[in-house]
């Protein structure tokens, strides 16, 4: 799950690398979406009275309820989205997917003792802990995606590093995810919250991975390090560093050799046999098609397969259904907005007396919110 | 130490109506020779150049050059409180995280201050090339705002084709289409009502009409106004403001998709 309190460190350290945009800024951008946790958000928010929306023979149709009017959303903005699925996951993956597989046995029992004692709110709590992006939801929001004329990558592993490689290629704008994990991987530009729905009212977060490294004086490759200890998926971190301890220690040290040479492990305990080294090679080294090799086509919706495929079992509603249709194939016709930057140099210079006081402020040690830019 | 006052507070309140739909802040550059801004809107479709020149001011004091980032919704609210006669007067120190605006009404018995708060911005600066137009139109900017309002009914993009013969602004949507044609004008007593259209090559390009409404909010900076187009690059719509400076918005063209 990301990158344990990355978002707010980046937050607290280097406010400026944060934008708050709008969902219509992004008209014409290609952007690639980790289809596995755009899944997962929409098995546990799509809901009607607390319970799935489900087919005839009682199959959740949640995922491809969101994934057909999430993405009609993003296509009228004028966005070009690509979903790019999960391979196998990485070895290093298992000891975390474990631990998920023994939250969900847990979670489990809750809900059954949840159940015997008939306590509503605890049922819907552990429902939605217990839900997982089946092989079965993938196939299903494939088909759907193919039927809506949107590309669809398959990862050799994990989708985030697929959708670093592809931002790092420029072969899309940007990748959309709730992961910071990606801006480990490399992406330049992360979005968060643009899959979010329309009723929440959340601005787009984004990201610049080169803003990010400059407010935090760090280089990708100490980033790395910085994740690693925060807590990552693919190994553990050592206990009692939390994330002002760790920037500090990386600042400080640079790199996971010297700051294990350097700490007390009495103290702080690094995990037995801690493969941070293989985790570090996963961030820098992933497993990922080449995006040269790939090739992304929007084409025309097929309406008539879209009625067939939601309609019926699935319990669509058919006029709603040939409407999305037609926002898909109308979002393609007609002339898309140029942008200025592509005629005019932009050259940005961070306000020097910002600077300054950044300055003064990291001289001091002291780390407190950033001012200016603050969200209106 | 920076000052600059200004007889009729009007033409302030004109400029900030004139900007403040299309951007949230910006950057006052001020230096000996007056005062700058530019900034692009959110999605970086259009953008924005003003100039106010010192020798336009009343008065007009920078010994040093400063950079101030402003709101423009707080610093249009406060001018919403000067009345349309008063004299203002921008104030800030060297290096000062504020900016006073002081009102003073005609005859002296009424002055008011307020202070600003100041926003540290990014500075964000565009390197505009030096463009020879192959079109360019003027014609009364109230003619144009009328026109943007008009066709804005039928559809969310306008065409703007500059031939031998005219200008020639065209519209469609689901309702159905417009045009309107505009043609030089032979003679005309007043120099305002004019349309002059000087033409090296016919151009045609589409814009977002939505943008182009966001422009004409400086209609009444100025009488008349200026289109420049060329192929393929940004639109330029020019506002003079009398005595003082100008206003230059830039637009990008829709593009027809490659491929998709």
Redesign the interface.
């Given at each position: 799950m990301g990158i344990l309190g990355l978002s707010k460190l980046i937050a607290d350290i280097a406010p400026?690398a944060i934008k708050e945009?709008?969902i219509?800024?992004y008209?014409g951008r290609k952007i690639a979406i980790d289809a596995s946790m755009s899944l997962y958000q929409f098995l546990i928010a799509v809901r009607s009275e607390g319970a799935q929306l489900t087919s005839v023979d009682g199959e959740t149709t949640s995922h491809l309820m969101g994934t057909f009017y999430r993405t009609i959303r993003l296509v009228e903005n004028g966005i070009?989205p690509v979903y790019v699925f999960d391979g196998k996951p990485p070895e290093l993956k298992a000891h975390q997917l474990n631990k998920r597989a023994e939250r969900r046995e847990e979670a489990e029992k809750e809900l059954q003792k949840a159940t015997e004692s008939g306590d509503q709110a605890q049922i819907e709590k552990f429902n939605r802990r217990l839900v997982k992006v089946t092989k079965q939801h993938g196939e299903e929001a494939r088909e759907l995606l193919k039927l809506m004329g949107i590309p669809v990558v398959e990862a050799p592993c994990e989708a985030e590093a697929q959708c670093a490689a592809l931002v790092k290629a420029g072969k899309i704008y940007a990748t959309a995810t709730e992961d910071m994990d990606a801006l480990t991987f490399g992406a330049t530009v992360l979005l968060r919250h643009l899959t979010f729905s329309e009723a929440r009212k959340m601005p787009v977060q984004e990201f610049h991975l080169n803003s990010v490294l400059e407010g935090l004086g760090l280089q990708q490759q100490e980033f790395i390090d910085l994740c690693i200890l925060l807590g990552c998926d693919y190994c553990g971190s050592i206990r009692g560093i939390g994330p002002k301890r760790a920037i500090e220690l990386i600042k400080q040290h640079r790199s996971l050799e010297e700051i294990l040479k350097n700490i007390d492990t009495n103290k702080y305990q690094p995990p037995e046999e801690w493969d941070y080294k293989n985790a570090r090679r996963l961030f820098l080294e992933p497993e990922v098609t080449d995006p040269k090799d790939i090739e992304m086509?929007?084409t025309d919706p097929d309406e008539e397969g879209l009625v067939k495929f939601l309609c019926g079992d699935k319990q669509f509603n058919e006029e709603r259904v040939r409407n999305g249709a037609k926002k898909l194939m109308k979002a393609?016709t007609?002339?898309?907005?140029?942008?200025?930057?592509?005629?005019?140099?932009?050259?940005?210079?961070?306000?020097p007396?910002?600077k300054a006081?950044e300055e003064k402020k990291n001289a001091n040690k002291k780390v407190k919110s950033g001012?200016?830019?603050k969200p209106? | 130490m920076f000052e600059a006052r200004l007889l009729r507070s009007s033409i302030l309140k004109k400029v900030l109506e004139a900007i403040k739909d299309l951007l949230?802040q910006a950057t006052f550059d001020c230096d000996d020779s007056g005062i700058q801004l530019q900034a692009?809107d959110?999605?970086?479709?259009?953008?924005v150049s003003l100039t106010l020149r010192a020798d336009g001011f009343d008065k007009y004091r920078c010994d040093r050059n400063i950079?101030m980032?402003m709101n423009l919704a707080s610093m249009s609210k406060i001018l919403k409180c000067a009345g349309d006669k008063d004299t203002v007067t921008m104030k800030a120190q060297d290096?000062a995280d504020t900016v006073t605006f002081v009102f003073e009404s005609p005859n002296q018995e009424k002055v008011s201050d307020y202070e600003m708060k100041l926003?540290?911005?990014?500075?964000?600066?565009?390197?505009?090339?030096e463009t020879e137009y192959s079109c360019t139109i003027r014609l009364p900017s109230a003619e144009f705002a009328r026109i943007c309002r008009d066709l804005s009914q039928f559809g969310e993009?306008m065409v703007i084709s500059c031939t031998k013969e005219g200008v020639k602004f065209s519209a469609s949507g689901d309702i159905g289409s417009a045009n309107i044609k505009l043609a030089q004008t032979a003679s005309v007593d007043k120099e305002e009502e004019a349309v002059v259209i000087e033409m090296d090559e016919p151009v045609t390009l589409?814009f977002?009409c939505q943008y182009l409404n966001y422009f004409t909010k400086a209609t009444s900076l100025s009488p008349q106004v200026q289109l420049s187009m060329s192929a393929d690059?940004?639109l330029v719509v020019e506002y003079r403001i009398q005595d003082i400076g100008h206003i230059r918005y830039?637009l990008?063209?829709?593009?027809?998709?490659e491929d998709?």
């Open positions: 400026q945009m709008e219509k800024n008209f070009k086509k929007w393609r007609g002339s898309t907005q140029g942008r200025l930057d592509g005629f005019f140099k932009i050259s940005t210079t961070p306000n007396k910002r006081e001012r200016g830019r209106k | 949230t692009m959110n999605s970086h479709v259009s953008l950079s980032g290096n926003m540290n911005l990014d500075l964000e600066h565009l390197g505009i090339p993009s589409t977002a690059v940004p830039y990008a063209p829709k593009i027809e998709e998709s």
